[in-house]
């Protein structure tokens, strides 16, 4: 089974079992509505979880933001993801920050730096784009090795 880990934000990362990993940025264009990247958002996971036949989602649930903007552009941008799960039939799971970041560096506080500095030891293979990447990265290793959906690889 095909694994997507997303950490939800306007720079969205993602890591995906099948070896595919990086950014979407959802930033709308100045010209464009604030509700463009929610659009976006909606057509790139579709897409993606189509063509690369996910099967199982997981991804880095929030529970306290330092602005506003950012608690509601996570909050739209889980609800698309629920929604898209359900209609596709496709299990998914939140798994807190804290524990994606005591998988990574032993430390459930980590910054961003050290987040991607241990990224960037244990994916050697990977160019890890940045904190958003790295977040992804470590998601999808953490649900690779602590949940046990049906038949997950």
């Known amino acids: 089974m ?25 930033k709308p264009k100045t010209t464009e509505s604030a509700g463009e990247r929610y659009r976006k958002f909606q057509e790139l996971l ?8 996910v099967g199982y989602v997981v991804y880095e649930e929030v529970h306290a933001h330092a602005a506003v903007e950012a608690a509601h552009v996570f909050g ?19 798994i807190g920050v804290g524990a994606i970041k005591k998988h990574a560096t032993g430390n459930g ?26 977040d992804a990265l470590w ?11 049906t038949t997950a690889n």
């Open 139 to 149: 998601l999808l290793d953490y649900a690779r090795n602590t949940i046990r959906p």
């Open 2 to 26: 095909i694994i997507l880990a997303l950490d939800l934000g306007t720079k969205c990362g993602y890591a995906c079992s099948n070896g595919l990993s990086g950014t979407w940025d959802l």
């Open 109 to 134: 506080h980590s910054k961003k730096d050290a987040m991607i500095a241990s990224a960037s030891l244990k994916f050697k293979s990977v160019n890890v784009i940045d904190d958003n990447h790295a």
């Open 76 to 94: 739209g941008l889980q609800a698309i993801l629920q929604t898209t799960c359900l209609n596709l039939g496709i299990e998914y799971k939140g």
């Open 46 to 53: 579709d897409t993606f979880m189509r063509l690369n036949k």
